[in-house]
């Protein structure tokens, strides 16, 4: 069974810093991987996800993410954070072929700060 | 497009009752998965169902169940209740061949308070 690590549970930042999420999942075979965002009061949405193809992969908001399959990663990335990214940020895999559930990681809590 | 709902939003119970939460997915969306949301623990998948049938399965006890019914609805029971299954249950919808497939797009969940 897949299984899915998020290593900060609490990021702070300032307005314009680089933000770098940490996921690491375990699988041995090919999967498919997903971010989604929570913001404050509203519901769970995707943010990128990968299915195949190019490994960096761009999702809403300027928000990227990139699969290295030799680290099973997929640590999500963006460049300058604003105030609005403050959110609960998931990592998500489930493995490709059939019809495998998702399983999503713990979550890490993003404050933007201005 | 509507988006996913669900009801009840807010749920009190005692130890020892059940209760039985409701979620209609997004029109033309056949999969419905159930997820319960604890700090700390994320998101625990719970069950997901497609066409009436239950296609996966977490690991949860057998008093945790669900249903889907042929307009895509779809309920989950959870029987004899402890204090830890207090939490937010989440359901998401999912089109063409599911989850597995493609993007989930969540409801705002029904919060469960067990006393």
């Known amino acids: 069974a897949q299984s899915v690590s998020q290593h900060n549970h609490h990021v702070i930042l300032s307005e314009a810093a680089s933000l770098e999420l940490g996921c690491n999942y375990s699988?041995?075979?090919?999967?498919?991987l997903f971010w989604y965002v929570q913001y404050p009061g509203q519901h769970l949405q995707l943010l990128l996800k990968?299915?195949?193809?190019?490994?960096l992969v761009k999702g809403i908001k300027g928000f990227e993410a990139e699969f290295i399959k030799s680290k099973f990663s997929f640590n999500l990335r963006k460049p300058s954070v604003q105030w609005s990214d403050t959110a609960e940020y998931f990592c998500a895999v489930n493995a490709a072929g059939g019809y495998q559930k998702v399983t999503f990681g713990t979550g890490t809590k993003l404050q933007v700060i201005p | 497009k509507a988006g996913v709902t669900q009801t009840p939003r807010y749920l009190i119970k005692t130890r020892g009752q059940q209760v039985t939460l409701s979620c209609s997915p997004i029109s033309g969306h056949r999969s419905v998965s159930w997820y319960q949301q604890t700090p700390g623990q994320g998101l625990q998948f719970l069950f997901e169902?497609?066409?009436?049938?239950?296609?996966n399965k977490g690991n949860f006890p057998g008093r945790f169940s669900g249903r889907q019914f042929s307009n895509s609805r779809s309920e989950m029971n959870v029987s004899t209740l402890e204090l830890g299954d207090s939490a937010l249950y989440l359901c998401a919808s999912a089109p063409g061949q599911g989850s597995a497939y493609n993007e989930q797009f969540f409801g705002p969940g029904t919060r469960l308070t067990v006393l």
């Open positions: 169902y497609f066409s009436e049938t239950q296609r």
């Open positions: 699988y041995g075979g090919t999967v498919n």
């Open positions: 990968y299915f195949s193809g190019d490994p």
